[in-house]
């Protein structure tokens, strides 16, 4: 049970003390899905990050590097056009009078060269936020693209929140890194030189003098960088739990209501909320210290430039132009410093939020095709189960040595109480996990050098809890086979007396359902996955407690249907209710991982053996 559906004591306990909550060493809330990352700033990563770059550098490269160079390139010369102003045309030599013509030119450059500044970065910042978001569209779309190749396994230890933020907030939060931050990191590296280079021409003793305060800058805030990208991925985790929480309190609520533990819901997810705004305060608060170490330094800088340089331009070895030129360019040096700490703040950020998602992205898929994997060729359906172990967890076997035998054709029962192994056995079959030990074979084929999709198109499967998507009915049974024509939906709809219902529907087959499709009763929607198997058409059916949300009269009504659905297939049914598998060819008795009886319904019957005693018991409380 989840943290969302914990009594109300349990809440208190929570909110007043640790008492049960995953706590770390450094009392940072942790859950087991998601771990603090404490490794050093990974350039490797970064570059990994960077490379989504590349498919568009043809179109980057020659464009920005104009651009860049423009910018920089005016912005560098326009200090040094009004000093030269001050020197030669406002305050010149003695004996030489002020040129108010020289004055006008150097006034109507510099406004040419502010109009271009402005242009080019009006243009460069808009061409790249159209380029991050392509950077940012392809991201996304390989990680869910990764996400559905994973196996089971995966999703069985994640809560459908923990996967919904990677694909959402954490690659979101990397979009300031590709719309501007990456490229304004080339263009401030640029404009750092260029002032370096500069200011060294001007006076190479008081750029010596004023640029000393550097070094000092970088050592006291490279100590920070750790604490800073560590709080951030701290801030990821917490969103994460709080995402995941909140998914599950929604699919929940009508439990949490129904149990009337609102208020306990609500106390634990202010817990996490507060929780998550602490871990938020502290991150800002680190984030923030690397403005005032930059302002601190540029004070210092500014006090080392007017002292020395009032003494330089009252020995002569500087003019008053010069001087103004070193000011308007100390300013403008530790203006992109002071970005570039904040973009260092930001790549943490990113980093953060990169380690999430390459850490899912560099997830191997449990069950993967194997190298040459051949195409599965159109199946009868013969299914051999050769000495099958399997463990979900070391130690903790499901399957303990199965062995059975399907003929193509025939209906195969499961039957058995919770835990018993029937739906691990089906799993097998889809090939959803692979057998710790033994074989699955279809028509002879080992399922493990087959292609999954050639495999997994000839097996259809409806499960008692059937997953209705949004879109129209139409829409959900044609997900069985997105070729079939409309008629052969209908005509699938009506075999499994579907048909009546969805026509007393406002719209018919074009009716609306939302998520899960809450406005279809549970009867109407596992009806409509049996119209969706139908129309899929597979070698092999499996339908697992397939009837069990269905009335007894509907059950009696689509009887003759299921008649039509198994004919020709193998099946596998899964089923509590015993009266719905009496028919079937085999049935397979299961108990604690082995097969402890198998026959038919009457040689079961006979034997007054585990499978007698369970209709017994079904009909003792009917």
Not at 256 to 281: C, H, I
Not at 314 to 328: D, K, R, S
Not at 472 to 481: H, L
Request: charged residues 20%; contains cysteine; glycine residues 6%.
């Amino acid at each position: 049970m989840s943290q969302a559906s914990m009594t109300g004591e349990q809440h208190s306990n929570k909110a007043d003390s640790q008492g049960s909550i995953p706590y770390d060493k450094k009392n940072r809330f942790v859950y087991q899905d998601d771990e603090i990352i404490e490794k050093p700033f990974n350039w490797a990563q970064m570059r990994r990050l960077l490379t989504y770059m590349k498919p568009y550098k043809r179109q980057l490269l020659p464009i920005l590097v104009i651009l860049m160079i423009l910018g920089t390139l005016t912005k560098l010369a326009i200090p040094f056009l009004i000093s030269y102003a001050i020197d030669h045309a406002i305050a010149p030599e003695p004996g030489v009078d002020p040129s108010m013509k020289l004055l006008l030119i150097i006034t109507g450059t510099a406004f040419v060269l502010y109009v271009i500044q402005w242009a080019t970065n009006t243009y460069r910042i808009k061409f790249m936020n159209m380029i991050g978001q392509r950077i940012i569209y392809d991201l996304r779309a390989d990680l869910f693209k990764h996400l559905q190749s994973l196996s089971f396994g995966f999703y069985d230890k994640r809560p459908a929140g923990s996967v919904l933020v990677r694909v959402t907030n954490d690659i979101n939060s990397l979009q300031d890194l590709f719309t501007n931050g990456a490229i304004n990191v080339l263009v401030d590296c640029l404009q750092l030189l260029g002032i370096i280079i500069i200011l060294l021409f001007l006076n190479v003793k008081l750029a010596v003098a004023v640029m000393i305060t550097v070094p000092i800058m970088f050592l006291i805030s490279t100590k920070l960088r750790k604490k800073i990208r560590m709080a951030w991925q701290d801030v990821r985790i917490k969103q994460s739990r709080i995402n995941s929480h909140l998914n599950e309190a929604i699919q929940g609520m009508r439990v949490t209501q129904a149990y009337t533990q609102e208020k306990e819901n609500m106390t634990f997810f202010d817990y996490m909320n507060t929780v998550n705004l602490k871990s938020w305060n502290r991150a800002s608060a680190l984030n923030q210290t690397f403005g005032p170490i930059i302002e601190i330094t540029s004070a210092i800088g500014a006090f080392i430039l007017f002292v020395y340089g009032t003494g330089l331009v009252q020995a002569e070895a500087i003019t008053v132009g010069i001087l103004f030129a070193f000011a308007q360019y100390v300013g403008n040096f530790w203006e992109p410093i002071n970005r570039l700490g904040q973009m260092y703040s930001q790549m943490l950020i990113a980093m953060a939020s990169s380690e999430r998602i390459f850490e899912f992205m560099d997830e191997k898929p449990s069950v993967s095709e194997n190298k040459g994997a051949m195409l599965m060729p159109s199946i009868k359906g013969d299914v051999n189960i050769e000495q099958v172990v399997f463990e979900y967890e070391p130690g903790r076997a499901a399957l303990k040595g199965i062995s059975l035998h399907a003929e193509a054709g025939q209906s195969i029962a499961l039957v058995g109480h919770t835990g018993s192994g029937k739906s691990t056995i089906i799993n097998l079959l889809c090939r959803f996990y692979d057998p710790t030990q033994g074989r699955v074979l279809v028509d002879g084929f080992d399922i493990r050098n087959v292609e999954l999709e050639s495999l997994r198109s000839q097996i259809g499967i409806v499960m008692q809890d059937t997953f209705i998507f949004s879109g129209t009915i139409r829409d959900n049974i044609r997900f069985g086979r997105l070729d079939a024509t409309d008629e052969e939906v209908e005509r699938a709809a009506k075999a499994v007396h579907a048909h009546d219902f969805i026509m007393s529907m406002e719209n018919g087959y074009d009716t609306e359902v939302q998520e899960r499709g809450n406005v279809l009763s549970m009867g109407q929607r596992q009806l409509l996955s049996f119209a969706r198997a139908l129309l899929a058409d597979p070698r092999i059916l499996i339908l697992d407690e397939a009837t069990a949300s269905i009335d007894t009269e509907t059950e009696l009504k689509i009887q003759e249907a299921l008649k039509t659905l198994l004919k020709g297939r193998t099946s596998f049914i899964i089923a509590h209710r015993l009266s719905t598998i009496r028919y079937c060819d085999k049935i397979i008795v299961l108990d604690h991982g082995r097969i402890v009886e198998e026959g038919s319904h009457e040689q079961l019957m006979v034997k007054r053996g585990t499978y007698n005693g369970l209709v017994e018991a079904q009909y003792k409380y009917m």
